[in-house]
């Protein structure tokens, strides 16, 4: 178990690590577009703005999911990148289907998964929330 939790605690750093990175990028393109965003026409250049970040965000949640499915490919969880990828997914989301699960020797990791999944997009949801709001005053 305590494997697990040290594994799983080194995913989600690194995660956020990525999430923080992305987050950061996004902060700095914003302030340097802000007076083009602010422009007559804002509205479609708001849109715009805002329909990018998330894609930029999505990017970041891609990036995190990667990982976890090559921590789940590495601990030889799963036999191809593909059950992998789809498990590390379905727990990041907390979808949690339930057709595949792990081993119960790493079960643990998926709980992490989850965790780190609502995390981040938590993380996320807030930026673009605060990115509207300031869209909005602008």
């Not at 799983?8 to 990028?25: E, H, K, P």
């Amino acid at each position: 178990m305590l494997i697990q939790l040290l594994i799983g605690a080194g995913l989600i750093a690194a995660s956020i690590g990525v999430q923080v990175v992305f987050t950061g990028l996004l902060a700095y393109a914003l302030t340097l577009e802000a007076a083009r965003v602010a422009r007559p026409l804002g509205a479609v250049a708001s849109a715009l703005a805002l329909s990018v970040a998330a894609l930029w965000l999505m990017m970041a949640h891609g990036v995190s999911i990667w990982l976890w499915a090559g921590a789940f490919l590495a601990l030889g969880e799963f036999s191809g990148w593909e059950e992998a990828l789809y498990f590390s997914i379905v727990c990041f989301t907390t979808l949690g289907f339930g057709d595949i699960i792990p081993d119960e020797s790493w079960r643990i990791l998926s709980g992490l998964c989850a965790a780190n999944g609502l995390l981040v997009f938590g993380v996320s949801t807030a930026f673009l929330a605060e990115m509207l709001r300031r869209l909005r005053e602008a």
